[in-house]
């Protein structure tokens, strides 16, 4: 094993200096070890020790900088909170029976280091580090890291048996690092998926958006469809459904995938690319020449998407855009002036900027389309935008440089015929007849009070 020596942050080091100082081992644990061994700055610092709670709480009693919060005493774990950052320190422990396939029955605290790293899910997960003794992997961790290997601690099925989340989390890994997952765990994987139904849908959901935004996101949607379609059953009819239309190479499944893939990694624009099309299969035709059709798909994969999305108690946020971007995904773009000023007017920069995206997504997807010719296109139709955005333009009610008052000025009596007038000044301002100038503006408006 190559003797690794890397650098804590300093309170870390102290928490275990602390604890190693009253007689106790202590290391650093888990996914920043795997982090630091990627080259990764972890996010978090978690250490496991041999002190129970209890004597972990003595130990920082009464230290200058430092308090201690009991966040999980059942499990063994004190957050010692050193200088306004958090250390989960938890006691080696060996876990019970997990009769509800999430939760172990009961914890049991024990004083081997390796016992505990036994419990863990995944060999890269399972590894412990200490500054004075450098790298403890009693599972090859090291090893899965630099072969780019998912694989779980001691048996598969017995760990995903005891806890379904590991299958998706499995598959989260491989996605976020692009690894591959192991013969033993893939097996395990596709033996017990439905297990998952077990888990909570908020804990399945924040899986979920970790692996869709993974750099090896396809080879996760295209490996394991049967997985996906247990968290999201709205796609099983797309998976295998041919579409014998000349603008696609793919299966809808295929094509799902591939798009997710193309697109940026953001969770609002990688869930649009999974249900943009999801609907296809309920809206296909095939016409007299033997060319499938899906007239009004997006109307199906709104509903689809919709349904996913309740069901996974995703945030309203993040719902409203997805369906807004799946329903509007074939909006015609062209690049014409005035149709991006009303475009640009009805989407706000952000969303317009966002449907090019799926848009460009959409047709990398395909299979079908020039890579480059797509690239290019895209590119130019985001200058374009970004061209306009930059002159200011009036695109909006607010944006017109006359409002209500002032065309009561004009004579006109208050009411709707104040809102239709503004909208045909609008109208006028985007198609260029117009220009958004207070005195043409009122000109224009005063032939509506003649009439």
């Known amino acids: ?20 100082a009253e007689g106790y081992e202590a290391y650093a644990v ?12 972890p996010k978090d610092w978690d250490i496991c020790t041999s002190a129970e709670p209890a004597e972990v709480e003595r130990v920082f009693a009464n230290v200058p900088f430092c308090h201690i919060v ?12 050193v200088d306004h950052v958090p250390y989960e320190v938890t006691t080696y422990r060996a876990d019970g029976d997990y009769s509800d396939h999430r939760h172990p029955d009961f914890v049991r605290f024990v004083r081997n280091l390796k016992e505990d790293l036994a419990r863990r899910d995944f060999t890269v997960n399972a590894m412990a580090y200490h500054p004075g003794e450098g790298l403890r992997d009693e599972f090859g961790g090291q090893e899965d890291l630099s072969r780019r290997v998912i694989r779980c601690v001691g048996n598969p099925a017995h760990r995903f048996d005891e806890d379904a989340l590991r299958i998706l989390r499995a598959l989260r890994f491989a996605s976020v690092y692009a690894f591959s997952i192991e013969e033993e765990t893939d097996r395990a994987i596709r033996l017990l998926y439905d297990t998952m139904s077990h888990v909570a849908p908020e804990r399945i959901w924040q899986e979920m958006q970790k692996l869709l935004c993974g750099q090896g996101v396809l080879d996760i949607l295209l490996s394991y469809p049967e997985v996906i379609c247990s968290v999201f059953p709205e796609l099983d009819a797309s998976v295998g459904f041919m579409q014998h239309n000349p603008y696609h190479h793919f299966t809808v499944y295929e094509h799902l995938a591939r798009s997710t893939a193309e697109v940026r990694p953001e969770t609002i624009l990688r869930l649009t690319m999974l249900f ?10 095939v016409d007299e020449k033997g060319i499938g059709h899906a007239y009004g798909h997006a109307e199906y ?36 002036l005035k149709m991006l000023r009303r475009r640009l007017g009805a989407y706000g920069e952000e969303t317009l900027l966002q449907l090019m995206e799926v848009q460009r997504a959409d047709a ?6 020039d890579r480059e010719a797509v690239e290019s296109a895209h590119a130019q139709r985001v200058q374009r935008l970004r061209d306009l955005v930059s002159t200011n333009p009036c695109v909006t009610l607010r ?34 007849e117009t220009s958004n100038e207070r005195e043409e503006l009122l000109r224009t408006a005063m032939q509506f009070v003649q009439k």
């Open 1 to 20: 094993m190559k003797d690794f020596h890397f650098s804590l942050p300093a309170a870390a080091e102290q928490v275990i200096a602390r604890l190693n």
């Open 30 to 41: 888990g996914g920043c070890v795997r982090d630091m061994l990627l080259g990764r700055e």
């Open 70 to 81: 009991e966040t999980g005493l059942q499990h063994g774990t004190v957050t010692v909170v």
């Open 276 to 285: 943009h099309d999801a609907g296809k299969p309920r809206a296909f035709t």
């Open 301 to 336: 994969s709104v509903k689809l998407a919709a349904s996913a999305m309740e069901r996974l108690r995703v945030d309203n946020k993040t719902r409203d855009k997805v369906l807004l971007l799946v329903r509007d995904h074939d909006l015609p773009l062209e690049d014409s």
């Open 364 to 369: 990398l997807g395909k299979g079908t389309f």
């Open 399 to 432: 944006d017109l440089a006359v409002n209500g008052k002032d065309l009561m000025g004009l004579g006109i009596p208050a009411g709707k015929k104040i809102g239709e007038i503004l909208q045909v000044l609008l109208d006028r301002v985007i198609s260029g």
